[in-house]
């Protein structure tokens, strides 16, 4: 029996590394991913660690649940460049099964244990994680370094030798790695209906579900519907899924929020929506709805609080004195700008922001309205970018049926309306790809 730990992951990758490479080079150069402080030249401490007799140091270990997106994109990138320079370009197959054999004869990881957090590849399905080696590396690393003991693990570590690697199982004609079984699981329909059942009042949140799997599978949610959801292995939630005509959505790119932000920020300034940028810093005020104040209670999504624009599509011959949205404040700021390019009218965002004054009120009225503004500028991108890419691979009809009907009479706190404006970043980032 094998047992994942990070001697063993470690002893894997040194026994496939490239010539020339010390084993001081190779692990000081993977703990300095996490602690950039990290001795290389302690021999004792590096031996005791990649022999499986201690932990590695609390710094490299820390906090690993709370890494940001950019924090996982910084470190897959530094395992692209300086980890994966280190091992022999011939070995990368033998690695990735070499792992792949540990994961699975590990009896210690259920089956439906997420082991990947950017594929959300679970035990049961980690031998068709075909993620690049530099994502499938990151993703090991760091469940091991969260969810692994490697104190007295030196007996498992001795395990990884010759024969280890003879024995190991590929499927070279396909390049799939061969798991416990080669039957696809079915899914449990009981628990499958049950769930159907139990939420079928908020079904439409659906999509919303997959997102929150998607960017948190090891965090507990507000809406317990995300939970029960998340805890489902991934052939129930397929079954889910298909119970209600329902798509799966697709995340092979792990960084498709990232992706997804920056083209949305770009489209901002496209269509003259801001003139200042007020997703600084990664978007703090964006992610920080989730972050900090996803138990905050929402009484009204979508508020109508905001001057109407006279004389436009929308509200011509209308009662000004009436309130609207900022989605309809969008739709007619872009009326009359393609109507009269060069009239004056400030622009939706920075609208918001002054007209709230969003500089001078508590945080957490930032967030829900930076959540806000996203979704109902998406809504007007969406169709747009739709008219531009009418040869896109992104079928149009995969947008119809990306969600069950409308679910914004659900949003009631600050988790769901970060989820809806991901749902929506989400639709935004498959039309542009």
């Known amino acids: 029996?094998?047992?994942?730990?990070?001697?063993?992951?470690?002893?894997?990758?040194?026994?496939?590394?490239?010539?020339?490479?010390?084993?001081?080079?190779?692990?000081?150069?993977?703990?300095?991913?996490?602690?950039?402080?990290?001795?290389?030249?302690?021999?004792?401490?590096?031996?005791?660690?990649?022999?499986?007799?201690?932990?590695?140091?609390?710094?490299?270990?820390?906090?690993?649940?709370?890494?940001?997106?950019?924090?996982?994109?910084?470190?897959?990138?530094?395992?692209?460049?300086?980890?994966?320079?280190?091992?022999?370009?011939?070995?990368?197959?033998?690695?990735?099964?070499?792992?792949?054999?540990?994961?699975?004869?590990?009896?210690?990881?259920?089956?439906?244990?997420?082991?990947?957090?950017?594929?959300?590849?679970?035990?049961?399905?980690i031998g068709e994680d075909d993620s690049p080696l530099e994502v499938f590396l990151t993703g090991i690393f760091l469940y091991v370094l969260q969810f692994t003991d490697n104190n007295e693990t030196r007996k498992y570590v001795n395990e990884i030798d010759k024969d280890f690697f003879d024995n190991l199982n590929i499927n070279k004609n396909n390049k799939k790695y061969i798991t416990s079984s080669n039957k696809m699981p079915e899914g449990d329909m009981k628990k499958a209906k049950e769930f159907c059942i139990k939420y079928e009042n908020e079904i439409e949140m659906l999509p919303l579900c997959q997102i929150a799997v998607n960017i948190a599978p090891l965090h507990k949610f507000v809406r317990e519907m995300y939970n029960e959801y998340n805890m489902c292995d991934e052939a129930t939630q397929n079954l889910i899924l298909k119970l209600k005509k329902q798509r799966k959505m697709e995340f092979k790119d792990p960084h498709w929020m990232e992706c997804s932000l920056?083209?949305?920020?770009?489209?901002?300034?496209?269509?003259?929506?801001?003139?200042?940028?007020?997703?600084?810093?990664?978007?703090?005020?964006?992610?920080?709805?989730?972050?900090?104040?996803?138990?905050e209670n929402i009484e009204d999504n979508n508020p109508y609080v905001f001057n109407r624009v006279s004389e436009t599509n929308s509200y011509k011959n209308n009662n000004l004195s009436l309130k609207t949205s900022i989605g309809y404040?969008?739709?007619?700021?872009m009326w009359i700008k393609n109507k009269y390019p060069n009239d004056s009218l400030i622009p939706p965002l920075d609208y918001m922001w002054g007209f709230l004054g969003l500089g001078y009120v508590p945080e957490n009225e930032v967030t829900f309205w930076m959540c806000r503004f996203v979704i109902s500028s998406c809504e007007y991108f969406i169709p747009a970018m739709e008219d531009i890419n009418e040869e896109n691979e992104y079928d149009e009809k995969d947008l119809q049926d990306a969600d069950l009907g409308s679910f914004e009479h659900l949003l009631n706190t600050q988790e769901d309306m970060y989820l809806c404006a991901l749902f929506e970043l989400y639709k935004l980032y498959c039309i542009n790809n």
């Open 1 to 125: 029996m094998s047992k994942l730990c990070i001697g063993t992951f470690l002893t894997i990758l040194y026994k496939m590394k490239a010539s020339g490479c010390k084993q001081k080079d190779l692990v000081g150069t993977i703990m300095h991913s996490r602690f950039p402080q990290f001795n290389e030249e302690d021999n004792s401490q590096i031996s005791h660690i990649i022999h499986g007799d201690i932990n590695p140091p609390n710094e490299v270990r820390q906090n690993v649940n709370w890494l940001t997106d950019k924090d996982c994109e910084e470190l897959v990138d530094y395992f692209k460049t300086d980890v994966v320079s280190l091992l022999n370009p011939n070995k990368f197959q033998t690695i990735r099964a070499a792992l792949i054999k540990v994961i699975l004869e590990d009896e210690s990881i259920e089956e439906d244990t997420i082991i990947n957090r950017f594929t959300k590849k679970t035990k049961e399905f």
């Open 329 to 333: 404040y969008i739709s007619d700021y």
């Open 262 to 295: 920056k083209k949305y920020c770009e489209m901002l300034k496209e269509y003259n929506l801001s003139n200042n940028d007020y997703f600084y810093e990664g978007a703090k005020y964006f992610h920080r709805a989730f972050e900090r104040y996803s138990k």
